[in-house]
């Protein structure tokens, strides 16, 4: 089904849980009236990132009021929001959940912590179990949380399981400079996103958020990747911006008549492997 896609690149406020909130809302009736049918957001949109010991003071069960309200506005346009998650036994998440119709069609959380250089999730937070496709209004489809991506196990397997659209919800500092000077993190992102949708013949889109915690910044650039690996979209770098992307499924069925990398994976011939080296990795 052809679709219009927002990327909201809002600049959350760090643990002002109603302030952003707020935005999310604003940012979903902007959606609703610009005909999208499904907006995303970053990583953490409702609480900020760098929130350390603020984790408990934020986070939210799947049936707090806030999470009802989002349930009443995805029966008039899709949702994809990331949020801390508290579990029935006070475990914390950094999570995201689609919406839509009415209802959470699916909960991921954040497999892979990143706690090098400037960043320390496992101290606060505990480690998603899964990675699993799911079925929406738009096809079938595999939520990422940033770190999640730099792990090629993680958007095969959503491509296996079916996805034919990646969805990453990120939260991505500006890191190191590259040779043309602009920020290394920055074309880090954009050949990871072209070269896994062309690798798994999926479209990719990614949204990263915008603004300052702690002295450090977050760049921006969220941007719709067809298929084939070209940029259809981007948004700003280093600026609050909403990128409205339209996806056509011939686009799709094209790219993959073209390129049958995904008809062609031999999935028997992975899972042998994998356990080969699972056993001598034991012996």
């Known amino acids: 089904m052809d679709f219009t896609v927002a990327l909201a690149q809002i600049k959350p406020k760090l643990g002002c849980l109603a302030d952003n909130f707020a935005l999310v809302e604003a940012a979903v009736e902007r959606g609703i009236e610009s005909q999208a049918g499904l907006i995303l957001f970053p990583e953490l949109a409702l609480t900020g990132y760098f929130l350390k010991d603020l984790v408990p003071e934020v986070a939210l069960s799947l049936y707090a009021p806030e999470i009802g309200r989002l349930k009443e506005l995805s029966r008039r346009i899709s949702i994809a929001v990331g949020f801390v998650e508290v579990s029935s036994d006070y475990r914390f998440f950094n999570s995201a959940i689609y919406l839509e119709d009415g209802e959470i069609k699916h909960l991921h959380r954040k497999v892979y912590l990143p706690t090098y250089g400037l960043f ?164």
């Open 120 to 283: 320390d999730e496992q101290r606060y937070l505990a480690r998603g179990e899964r990675f699993r496709a799911f079925d929406t209004r738009y096809g079938r489809m595999g939520m990422l949380i940033c770190e999640d991506m730099w792990h090629l196990s993680a958007p095969y397997i959503m491509a296996m399981d079916g996805a034919t659209t990646l969805l990453c919800l990120s939260s991505s500092p500006g890191r190191g400079i590259s040779e043309d000077e602009s920020l290394g993190s920055t074309k880090a992102w954009q050949k990871l996103t072209s070269t896994t949708a062309m690798f798994l013949n999926s479209r990719v889109l990614y949204c990263n958020r915008v603004g300052y915690e702690d002295g450090v910044n977050f760049w921006g650039g969220s941007e719709s990747v067809a298929p084939c690996g070209s940029v259809s979209e981007r948004g700003k770098i280093l600026e609050e911006d909403f990128v409205l992307a339209r996806l056509e499924e011939g686009a799709l069925r094209r790219e993959r008549i073209f390129s049958p990398m995904m008809r062609d994976e031999s999935l028997s011939i992975t899972m042998a492997e994998l356990r080969r080296i699972e056993i001598e990795r034991e012996s």
